[in-house]
């Protein structure tokens, strides 16, 4: 049995490695990347030849099309999306249904990416990230893609990472955006990014976080105002996920060490532990505190674990959390790469403790044998139904087949009631 996981270990980590090194120009430039040597690429078209591609509505990003001014907090988390429809892609409606239907197509020259999440933004309209991407058939590290009401519109500009793409150097130095959430007055939009710089010899087998910073944007017009440089603390990187209530905007750490690493199949040991800071709301500047298990300290090595080995019997602990106006909402996938459920859990405080509440089987793409799962997210409103909406990352365990398979590397988004 671990035979066979093994050696998928050591496929998926050196596949999107196969390819020499592809430097990104800085943002504002409209040449192609310079190529150092052949890049990661998938045929533009990719491999849903005959697959429906979805088609631009009528593009209005104009200012005047964002008729609703930022207000500080959302009085429903989770309440319906109320911004009109504007935007160059547009699903046929915001159920869990209808939204992977949406992302199950390519998406203009966005073709398939991982780590998805969604952030609601003063104004009614939502901000998405995504990780390793490949757009107009290159692979980059970060995305981002806007949506009003029903419909969609990529952020970047060009086959390019579109966060401190001039701080990247393609599989050597790179940048994967975490979570993110409003300022105190919704003006400012701040999304917690890590650098990760490659020590082995390939793409993802000794990689490794180096830095963590603040990239700070207009919540309207989601230009970049500034790049914070967050202060170190140790292996826990906070903001990893983010949720509020009324009086304090939370930020759950990740350590993120997920290969070539010296514990349980290639992670660190303390992706098994997930940490809590708090901010009053939206101010991201202030000091933070910190939960040592019994109260907040301004101590940062005094904090404790709130989600541990212990939940679900898991050893990694990628976990989401979501406040819904009256309970802390978790979903992770147990073990991430190597689990085969996902699990739910619920808590009355921000710090837990979680219980456990239900799982569900991986929904594969295809057999376990070729296909695998990661990285579940909320989707920040309701399907009609009532129900939460909930996603996951999707991939070939031979990381060399993705770009080859790019319909396997799309989210998809499914419903539950907890």
């Known amino acids: 049995m671990f035979t066979g996981v093994i050696a998928a270990i050591f496929i998926i980590v050196t596949g999107f490695g196969l390819g020499p090194t592809v430097v990104e120009p800085p943002p504002g430039t409209d040449s192609e990347p310079t190529i150092q040597a052949d890049p990661i690429q998938a045929d533009p078209r990719d491999d849903d030849t005959d697959a429906p591609i979805v088609r631009p509505a009528q593009r209005q990003l104009d200012r005047e099309a964002r008729s609703v001014e930022p207000a500080p907090a959302l009085a429903d988390p989770l309440g319906p999306i109320t911004s009109p429809d504007v935007g160059d892609h547009c699903a046929a ?101 890590v650098q990760m710089n490659e020590t082995g010899g390939a793409y993802l087998t000794g990689s490794r976080p180096t830095a963590m910073r603040r990239v700070v944007l207009d919540s309207t017009t989601l230009e970049q105002i500034d790049v914070i440089d967050e202060a170190t603390t140790g292996e826990d990187l906070y903001g990893w996920s983010i949720t509020a209530d009324d009086e304090f905007t939370y930020l759950y750490s990740h350590c993120y060490q997920q290969f070539g690493f010296d514990g349980l199949l290639g992670f660190g040991e303390c992706v098994a532990v997930v940490k809590l800071a708090r901010v009053p709301l939206g101010a991201f500047n202030a000091a933070r505190e910190y939960w040592d298990g019994a109260g907040w300290v301004a101590d940062h090595t005094l904090a404790v674990p709130v989600v541990d080995g212990a939940f679900a019997f898991s050893g990694n602990n990628p976990a989401q959390i979501s406040f819904d106006g009256e309970r802390y909402l978790l979903v992770e996938k147990r073990d991430d790469w190597w689990g085969s459920t996902i699990e739910f859990g619920v808590a009355e405080r921000p710090a837990g403790p979680f219980t456990l509440v239900t799982t569900v089987d991986q929904p594969l793409k295809c057999s376990a044998d070729h296909c695998n799962t990661y990285f579940a997210a909320w989707v920040p409103w309701t399907d009609s139904s009532g129900a939460n909406i909930w996603s996951i990352g999707h991939n070939r365990w031979n990381g060399a087949e993705t770009s080859t398979h790019l319909s396997i590397y799309r989210p998809t988004f499914h419903a539950v009631t907890l």
């Open 93 to 193: 409606g915001l159920d869990a249904d209808e939204i992977n239907e949406f992302f199950s197509n390519r998406i203009g020259n966005f073709q398939g990416a991982d780590y998805q999440r969604a952030t609601r933004l003063p104004d009614g309209r939502v901000l998405w990230t995504f990780q390793d991407a490949f757009v107009s058939g290159t692979l980059v590290h970060n995305v981002g893609m806007i949506q009003s009401g029903r419909c969609f519109t990529m952020l970047n500009s060009g086959a390019r990472s579109w966060l401190l793409g001039d701080q990247t150097a393609h599989m050597q130095q790179w940048h994967w955006i975490f979570d993110a959430a409003p300022n105190s007055d919704g003006t400012e939009i701040h999304l917690f990014v």
